[in-house]
């Protein structure tokens, strides 16, 4: 009767094992990113300093990717001002250095006009940008960002009293690597359990460079031991991999979890290197021994620098723009 007691208590761990907000804090510290629900239909992230206090902000609509925004996802401007005062005091905006921008189109069938306008705010220490579409007396925002080079006063205690929990957040696995490191970001559900883990090399979530980065393998297989314990990956091997070009994408799914890792063969500083990997929890979404065949598994393709013989290679994008929002 105990050890029937005891299989039962280990079927039961190995279905329910997931990462929670708890485990991630207490194995890897503050995060570095949350992103909040900040309204209707808006996001709220922001990224921190050392200390814990926040350094940039990023205000989008619900699903918002900074590679590819679309003019189709906006927000209303009164709320974004709104959100922008909590961080910078109207007073001071008003005092700050502003640059403005548009662009306008005429639509030649019903001959109304329409802008697309760029605000720039500033001092010698905060920054503001924000883009925005004008369609006669309707303005709508399409995204806002604060910079700063000094800290804000705002702490991760202080925006998750204002918003609540944090919908996704973001920690530097710095144990394993040197600078700058590994990030992991976690997409959690409403009870804080992790639906997602996206591990990239570290970067800015404002950093634009397009150059592709990679991780040591070791390290990033003992980060995945860390959140997905080899135990808990039952059931039968499933998944596949695909190669296109420098590209490869590698995925083992499971019962309950499903593992993709992102490789690219171009121009490795080392044979022994991983662009990115994923875990997801949740059921199967290939059945059992089902191959990569369509060019639709492939993340965007990014251009690299060329490789010695003279051609370009193609790098898959990173995944944290394009993380649920």
Same mark, same amino acid.
């Given at each position: ?7 039962m208590?280990?079927l039961?761990?190995?279905c ?47 699903g918002?990717?900074?590679?590819e ?18 961080f910078v005091?109207?007073?001071?905006q ?12 005429l639509?030649?069938?019903? *001959?109304? &006009? $329409?802008?697309?306008? @760029? ?11 924000? =883009?925005? !579409? #004008? ?29 609540g929990?944090?919908l ?34 570290a ?34 091997? *499933?998944? &596949? $991999?695909?190669q296109? @070009? ?11 979890? =499903?593992? !993709? #890792? ?38 965007p ?9 003279g ?15």
């Amino acid at each position: 009767m105990p050890f029937a007691r005891f299989v039962m208590c280990m079927l039961v761990a190995v279905c329910a094992h997931s990462a929670t907000a708890a485990d991630l804090l207490g194995r890897y510290g503050l995060p570095v990113m949350q992103r909040f629900a900040a309204g209707t239909g808006i996001v709220l992230s922001a990224e921190y300093n050392r200390d814990g206090h926040v350094a940039t902000v990023e205000i989008a609509p619900t699903g918002y990717q900074q590679r590819e925004p679309k003019a189709d996802l906006s927000m209303d401007r009164g709320i974004t001002s709104e959100l922008i005062d909590l961080f910078v005091p109207r007073e001071r905006q008003q005092q700050m250095l502003n640059r403005l921008n548009c662009i306008s189109k005429l639509n030649r069938d019903t *001959g109304a &006009g $329409s802008s697309s306008c @760029g605000l720039g705010q500033g001092d010698q220490d905060i920054a503001i940008q924000r =883009s925005y !579409t #004008r369609n006669g007396d309707t303005e709508r925002e399409l995204v806002a960002t604060i910079t700063s080079k000094i800290d804000l006063p705002q702490t991760a205690i202080t925006l998750e009293s204002r918003f609540g929990p944090a919908l996704v957040e973001r920690f530097t696995a710095a144990r394993f690597t040197a600078a700058p490191g590994i990030e992991l970001t976690a997409t959690y559900d409403q009870e804080r359990t992790a639906t997602e883990i996206a591990m990239v090399p570290a970067r800015s979530p404002l950093d634009a460079d397009d150059r592709a980065r990679f991780m040591p393998a070791p390290d990033l297989e003992r980060i995945l031991e860390e959140i997905a314990p080899v135990w808990t990956r039952t059931g039968r091997l *499933g998944g &596949g $991999s695909m190669q296109s @070009g420098c590209n490869e994408i590698r995925i083992e799914e499971f019962d309950n979890l =499903s593992i !993709t #890792r992102w490789f690219h063969h171009c121009r490795l500083p080392s044979e022994d290197m991983t662009m990115q990997a994923t875990v997801r929890w949740g059921p199967r979404r290939l059945a059992p021994d089902r191959k990569l065949e369509t060019p639709a598994a492939r993340p965007p393709a990014l251009r690299s620098p060329p490789s010695p013989s003279g051609r370009h290679c193609t790098a898959p994008a990173r995944l944290r723009p394009d993380l649920p929002r």
